[in-house]
């Protein structure tokens, strides 16, 4: 079983929309979680840490299931510019997982 | 951008050859970690190096090695190349736990 997985997609959203992305983690011991995005054959840029109580950013709201093992990515009011690919990320003792990423298109 | 640099940008590289990839973390921060991107995947963790020791290591083969000097800066060294070793190779560096990517090196073995 992989220790984060996600739905790879791809989601195509009108401009406008709100858009909710789930990732599930299989080591209830893991620490730290994490959104990144990555733009085409760019690096992974942080997004937002994930903290148990919930967390928002202007148009980005982050949610933190331990029971579940699971965190979650709102994205609300989509625009052109949110088109990427999202990355779940994990921290379990001293290491780093990854999801394979979920790809968003917004489309005009 | 995070200020974290990596050089070469690109490397073409023969099988069973040896390569170096070297990194400058961001100003402060002392954690360098590596990640291989293969195309369509997620980073999968090589391993991280806290304060010039290595602190945690995924799943890849002794071939993969690293060092990180006294300005935190790092090298991570393949040897004994092989196909599959061609990928974005990337590099972040951090204080606490977010971490910060620099642009990636890509590596080509053929």
């Known amino acids: 079983r992989k220790e984060v997985e996600q739905d790879p997609g791809p989601f195509n959203v009108p401009e406008g929309a709100t858009v909710a992305f789930n990732c599930t983690y299989s080591?209830?011991?893991?620490?730290?979680f994490f959104w990144y995005r990555q733009d085409c054959r760019k690096e992974p840029k942080l997004l937002m840490s994930?903290?148990?109580s919930g967390n928002e950013d202007g148009r980005f709201t982050a949610q933190l299931n331990r029971a579940s093992q699971y965190i979650s990515l709102l994205i609300r009011d989509s625009k052109l510019s949110d088109s990427a690919t999202y990355l779940c990320?994990?921290?379990?003792?001293?290491?780093?997982?990854f999801g394979t990423g979920t790809s968003l298109t917004v489309i005009p | 951008e995070t200020g974290v640099t990596q050089s070469p940008t690109h490397l073409i590289k023969t099988r069973g050859q040896q390569v170096t990839l070297r990194c400058s973390s961001q100003?402060?921060?002392?954690?360098v970690s590596w990640y291989q991107q293969a195309l369509g995947q997620g980073p999968q963790f090589i391993f991280q190096?806290?304060?010039?020791?290595?602190?945690g290591r995924g799943n890849f083969p002794p071939r993969f090695s690293g060092l990180q000097f006294p300005n935190y800066s790092s090298e991570l060294n393949v040897n004994a190349l092989e196909l599959d070793d061609s990928a974005l190779y990337l590099c972040?560096?951090?204080?606490?736990?977010?971490?910060?990517f620099g642009p990636g090196t890509r590596l080509t073995v053929t």
């Open positions: 080591n209830s011991a893991s620490q730290s």
């Open positions: 990320v994990v921290n379990t003792g001293n290491q780093f997982y």
């Open positions: 972040a560096s951090s204080l606490g736990w977010e971490q910060y």
């Open positions: 190096y806290y304060r010039e020791e290595e602190n």
């Open positions: 100003s402060g921060h002392n954690t």
């Open positions: 994930v903290y148990s």
